[in-house]
Each structure stands twice: as structure tokens, then as C-alpha cells.
């Protein structure tokens, strides 16, 4: 499994296990959970391989298909064992947090490869990171959650600042990979305990 494999299961088990999550929130029946699984976990990458104009990976063999079905049936059992003491819209924030930085990096992985430029390979970042989550937001009748929370795709694009200017430097891929990962997860959950947030125009007019 090279670097890119690794971090696309990784990216596929979290955001399995929160599009599940996500429907059983919203009292979904198991047929709604499963599509929502599927959906928060392919959603982000098949949005990726369409704009770079290759064919989603996800319909080019199976692989993408097991990894995602084994992230929902984790998330199912595992629920099933501790619902009683399971926070779930927390389950769902730190789940996203893992796929969001997953999913972000081989955005700009794929982006460097594709050869676009430096905003193009953040745009693409950010789009694989946030995607399926915004699809799965949207089939439930939620805000998305790029748009609420104000520390979520603001770690994607700070991790694809990062991202590029370790490529610049000539850093190995392998660091580049693994540090803005670890950096985009970081800030994530620092988000999360902090209750970071950007300034609010918000109010009425």
C-alpha cells in the first residue's frame, strides 16, 4: 500500500463512520444509514477525480467500495454496543477531523500530480476533504458543515498553505504528506476542545 492508499482508507473508514453516525442522528433507517455511509465516504473523492477528468477510482475496481462498507459496518456494531454511552454528534466531529485531513491530503497529492497550480492543488484539497460531508449535510437537511463551522475548512486550506510550501522547499513527499496531515488534524481538534470560530459579521440587517 503506498502513501496515497493509506491515507484514502484512512479518509474512507472516518468519513464512513460519521455519514453513519450522521444518520442515525437523524433517525434514518438502515438502508438511509448505509447510502449516507457511502456517500459522506466516496462523495469527496469521486468530486476529486472528476475535476483532474480521470474516472473516479471508486468505479474502477472495489477497493474503495470494501474499505467504506467495512468503515460502516465498524461504525454499526460499535454503536449497537455502546449507544448508551455514546455522544454521537461528538463521534461524528472527530471522525470528520480524521477524514477531513485524510481526504485534504490526497486532494493535494492528486493535485500535484495532475500538475495544476498552487491554488488549484488547495481548491482540490479542500474540495476532497469536505465534499462528501456537504452531500451528506445536504441529503438530511442540515447546514453544511463547511459552512458552520468556521475552524472545519479552514484547516484544509491552512494545511494546503503548508502543504505547498513544504513542496517548495523540495521536502520528500512522504514529509510533506505526513506533516500537513498531522497539522490539519491538529488544528481540527483544537477547533473542536477550544471552540475556535472566525469572526461573525452575523446579526440582522
Known amino acids: 500500500m503506498n502513501l496515497f492508499e493509506l491515507f ?36 469527496g473523492g469521486i468530486t476529486r477525480d472528476l475535476i ?3 474516472i473516479p477510482m471508486a468505479f474502477t475496481g472495489y477497493k474503495d467500495i470494501t474499505i467504506t462498507f467495512l468503515g460502516i459496518v465498524f461504525a454499526l456494531l460499535f454503536y449497537l454496543k455502546l449507544r448508551k454511552d455514546l455522544s454521537t454528534k461528538k463521534v461524528i466531529k472527530y471522525f470528520d477531523a480524521v477524514g477531513l485531513a485524510a481526504f485534504s491530503v490526497t ?14 492543488v488547495v481548491l482540490l484539497g479542500l474540495i476532497t476533504g469536505t465534499g462528501g460531508g456537504l452531500i451528506s449535510d445536504v441529503l438530511t437537511g442540515e447546514i453544511p458543515f463547511i ?7 479552514s484547516c484544509s486550506i491552512i494545511g494546503g498553505v503548508v502543504f505547498i510550501f513544504l513542496e ?9 504528506s505526513f506533516s500537513t496531515l498531522l ?15 472566525l469572526p461573525r459579521l452575523g446579526g440582522n440587517v
Open 147 to 153: 459552512l458552520k463551522e468556521d475552524f472545519y475548512a
Open 52 to 54: 483532474v477528468n480521470r
Open 8 to 43: 484514502n482508507a484512512i479518509g474512507l473508514l472516518s468519513f464512513a463512520v460519521s455519514g453513519v453516525y450522521k444518520g442515525i442522528n437523524k433517525n434514518l433507517d438502515l438502508l438511509g444509514i448505509v447510502t449516507l455511509g457511502f456517500l459522506t465516504a466516496l462523495g
Open 168 to 176: 517548495k522547499l523540495g521536502f520528500p513527499v512522504e514529509i510533506t
Open 107 to 120: 486532494g493535494f497529492i492528486v493535485g500535484m500530480e495532475s500538475g495544476i497550480n498552487s491554488f488549484g
Open 183 to 197: 497539522l490539519i488534524l491538529l488544528v481540527r481538534i483544537l477547533a473542536i476542545e477550544k471552540g475556535w470560530s
